[in-house]
Each structure stands twice: as structure tokens, then as C-alpha cells.
């Protein structure tokens, strides 16, 4: 595991990162991150773990990784807007870590509604976004990511689906390198997000999307939804246009079919 110092040395940042709380193994980031926002802790501050006993990805599922090979962590934020906003902060945080790989890979990452990063076709970050509200206000907002730097191994019923940087490259990546880059990312995006600005954040998005204009399944929790994904709604929603016209889909997992 890395020391404060460095992670602290060499990071270009103001806000995100001003604050480390480092593991060698802990349950769940966004679990400790979400405990630390509820007791007053200050935006910016990060959890970083090697590894993760029970992580997390979206609809309870189980995010595996290889101890020390990966980068597991969450950074609590505190912007001040509507909760209907907070659902952009996923856009932001995709955006921030498309911006600082692709200057380090020279290599196109693809964004996959609502929460994935993709290369090749294969998802090699996930993003999980937790908030508290206090009526109709965010009062914070944990963004726990979870992306494959060196991993080599992936289970059966993975490796079709999950890659890794070092998968992809055949080469192992500078850990602390690419979290320092992600973190000065995300810090020089954050000043817009914080005034609810993410026109520069979707424009970005909608580029890196590959999924509109290709059929895809959406499984929610009590019914399957199946059309062409056409674009995204102002709220951030998937728009799929079905037989039966236009449906937009705030949550469930998609698959574009082929």
C-alpha cells in the first residue's frame, strides 16, 4: 500500500485528494467513505484500499479484484445543487478518468450507460455512486470506482465480459501514477460540476459513447425492455426507442445485443 506522502507528493490538486484514509484490506471503500461523510468529514477526502473483502457494484453485486494489482477507492463530495442533479456526478466522474487514461494509454476507452468504462468492448472500471440527501438537497455524494490496472486473472464466467489495463496492453501500469492523474482530473472537472455546470462533462460523454443506435436490453427490477439506445434524456436517462415509442430508463442493466 502507499504512504500519504506519495500520494501527496507530485498531485496537482486543490479539493479532491485532500484528505487520504489508506488500507491494506477493507470491507467496502464507499461503506467507510459514506461512515466518514456522515461524520462531518471535509469534501475531497479519499479512501484507497489494496483490497476489498466485500466490494460493491451496482444492484448489490460483487466487485472482484486481485490484492495490490488494481486501484479501489472513493472520494466523498459535497457539491451544493438539487438531488436531480447528483446523477451526473457518475458522467463526471466516467469523464475524469476517460480524460486522464486516454493521455496515458494513447487509446480511445469507451463509456457504457450508466455506469461502465470499456475497452475493446470489455468493462475494465465501474463506478458506483452513493448519495445522502436532507429534503430536496444532496448533502453529499461518495463515488466509489473501481478499475483493473494489473490484473491477470479473471473467473470463468468474467472473461469474456472484464479486461484489464495490463490485460489489454501486456504490460503492468504505475498504480500510484494513474490514481494521481485520476485524482487532478477529477479536481480540475470538479469546479464546474460543483456550480452544476456539465455541459463540458456530457459533451465528452456522448462522444465516448458507442452504445446509441444499437439495440439493447435493459433488465429492471420487474420487467425486461428491449429497442435501439438513441441517446440520453436531460435528466441523464437512457432513451430506448421501442415498438411502443420512446422509453427512458433511470436504472437496470443493459446489454446491447448484437
Known sequence: MFTKEELTRGLDSRIIGNKFFL???LDSTNACAKT?????????????????TVGRGRNGRSWNSEAGQNLLFSVVLRPKFPKDQATFLTFFSA???VRALEAELKERIECKW???LLLNGRKFCGILLENSFQQD??????????????????????RERATSLRFERKKDFDRKRLFQKILSEMDRLYE???????RSVMEDWNKHC????KPVKVVKSHETLSGTAVGLSPEGGLVVETSKGKSIVYAGDVSILT
Open 36 to 52: 466518514l461523510a456522515d461524520a462531518g468529514i471535509e469534501e475531497g477526502a479519499v479512501v484507497l484500499t489494496d483490497f476489498q
Open 23 to 25: 488500507f491494506d484490506s
Open 210 to 213: 458507442t452504445m446509441f443506435g
Open 95 to 97: 469523464i475524469s478518468i
Open 137 to 158: 438537497k444532496l448533502a453529499y455524494s461518495v463515488v466509489g470506482i473501481g478499475l483493473n490496472v494489473n490484473q491477470k486473472e479473471f473467473g470463468e464466467d468474467l
Open 192 to 198: 464546474s460540476a460543483q456550480a452544476g455546470d456539465f
Open 114 to 116: 450508466p455506469n461502465d
